[in-house]
């Protein structure tokens, strides 16, 4: 069995099987994922080499209507199959049209015809019905790999964070959590430069960074369609002039890792740098190239390179949705970063592709038994949903961002809430006075809808 290794970001490998080799390349040509733009022309060009080849074979009788099984219409089979009904009743246009051309002097076969056309219609439907269910489930498959990303990171960060208390505690003004909470404030600084949205926090993110590894002379510099260009926008320590076909710079761009003198297996030791890291978004998009010429020589080791590029990438996927989470923050101030950044994923999600999310808000009263209860159900949470909850002197709410979740899935969640509460404490939601409110993410604006969610809850955002 064939299978690939694929490494994200943290070193973690991950392997996908192919019993049949790489099919890749051949799966995309049968079954396209989506139309391309050239679906008409290739249709029409299919169908009209089929009716050459029937022709050569049967010259008196180019649609083998003779034949005793209707051969031509397995051409508009595959055509509505690969794009569609629309295009599949294309293709049995031109075999009316190749019909009425050369058997001008024969009666119309309306079975042989009607037959056909049903069998493209139905083929069609499956073929439409199953790609907007194959979109829909990649970029379904978008959120979570971008929220695979992030936990990724995020563990990696918090097993650093336990090694560097015991190692360098006292000699580090600064922890990994304070390292988290200063990115997001980059990042989201970063948004405010309309132009170029680096510009303005690339300089603090690259004395931080160098702050946090030890970098002595180093500069970061903008990428655009895979080049790095002339002008740095944030330096640190001596100025210098970017070599732009360095070895260790190509190297770094090619395979968006960290590229350093010490991987002699990979790129030859012959560089005037001493490492290239690229900033790289949770979405795969390199959006920036750091450079560095001198660091000392016992913090080139491969802890500090990968603290490098996981906090490099922690600030690229902030700075992607900084706008969205913005806007949610500006909406309701004391929302969680973790929070609101997903909201804005999970709506932009839903008005790209459809996929519904939902949020359900559980209002529990302030007393001993409520904050029992609140504490259970927080506990209960599901690995993907991201939780908020909020104590005030009347009332405990806990709000539940719920990924990939319509009405039937909250039934389901809060039907395992209360057969949790009745097991436990011998209870329900309502014998317990618990106020359950939900929304439904609707592609609008979720700082706003967010806003009503509390307000019905009782909370004074």
Not at 49 to 61: E, S
Not at 188 to 216: N, T, Y
Not at 429 to 453: K, N, S, W, Y
Request: hydrophobic share 45%; with cysteine; aromatic share 6%.
């Amino acid at each position: 069995m064939n299978t690939a290794a694929v490494e994200n970001n943290s070193g973690v490998s991950k392997r996908h099987a192919q019993p049949f080799g790489d099919l890749g390349r051949v799966r995309r040509f049968l079954a396209p994922a989506v139309a391309r733009p050239f679906a008409i022309v290739e249709s029409v060009v299919m169908m009209v080499l089929v009716l050459a080849i029937a022709r050569w074979i049967q010259p008196d009788d180019p649609l083998l209507l003779r034949a005793g099984f209707p051969w031509l219409w397995l051409a508009s089979l595959i055509v509505a199959l690969r794009y569609g009904s629309l295009l599949g009743l294309l293709s049995g246009a031109i075999v009316l049209i190749a019909w009425s051309t050369l058997y001008s002097h024969v009666a119309f076969p309306a079975l042989y015809f009607a037959g056909g056309l049903i069998q493209t219609i139905i083929a069609g439907h499956f073929g439409d019905t199953w790609g907007s269910r194959a979109a829909r489930a990649s970029s379904l498959n978008d959120y979570l790999n971008d929220r695979l990303v992030a936990l990724t990171n995020s563990h990696y960060l918090l097993r650093l964070s336990h090694e560097r208390l015991e190692k360098d505690l006292l000699s580090r003004p600064t922890t990994l959590r304070d390292s988290i909470t200063e990115l997001r404030r980059l990042s989201l600084e970063g948004d405010a430069a309309k132009g170029d949205e680096l510009a303005r926090s690339a300089p603090g993110l690259l004395e931080f960074v160098a702050q946090a590894c030890q970098i002595e002379v180093a500069a970061l510099y903008p990428v655009r369609d895979g080049k790095p260009g002339k002008q740095a926008i944030a330096r640190i320590g001596d100025s210098f002039e970017l070599a732009a076909h360095d070895e260790l710079v190509t190297h770094a761009i090619n395979t968006m890792s960290v590229a350093h003198l010490k991987n002699s297996d990979n790129v030859a030791p012959v560089s005037e740098y001493l490492v290239c890291a690229p900033l790289v978004s949770a979405d795969g998009e390199l959006r920036a190239l750091l450079v560095i010429k001198r660091m000392p020589f016992l913090s080139l080791n491969f802890d500090n390179l990968q603290l490098l590029l996981v906090l490099l990438g922690y600030y690229a996927d902030g700075v992607e949705h900084s706008s969205f989470v913005q806007r949610i923050l500006d909406a309701v101030p004391g929302c969680p970063h973790e929070f609101a950044l997903d909201l804005s994923r999970l709506s932009r999600l839903q008005r790209q592709s459809g996929v519904a999310s939902s949020m359900v808000a559980l209002v529990f009263p302030r007393d001993e038994a409520g904050d029992s209860l609140f504490e259970h159900v927080i506990r209960r949470r599901r690995a993907l949903d991201v939780m908020w909850p909020v104590q005030t002197a009347r009332q405990s709410v806990l709000l539940n961002l719920m990924p990939a979740t319509d009405t039937t899935g909250i039934d389901g969640y809060l039907a395992r809430i209360e057969a949790s509460l009745t097991a436990q404490f011998n209870t329900d939601l309502e014998r317990a006075r618990i106020g359950v409110h939900t929304l439904h993410l609707d592609g609008g604006e979720p700082g706003a809808a967010l806003t009503r969610l509390l307000k019905r809850s009782g909370l004074d955002v």
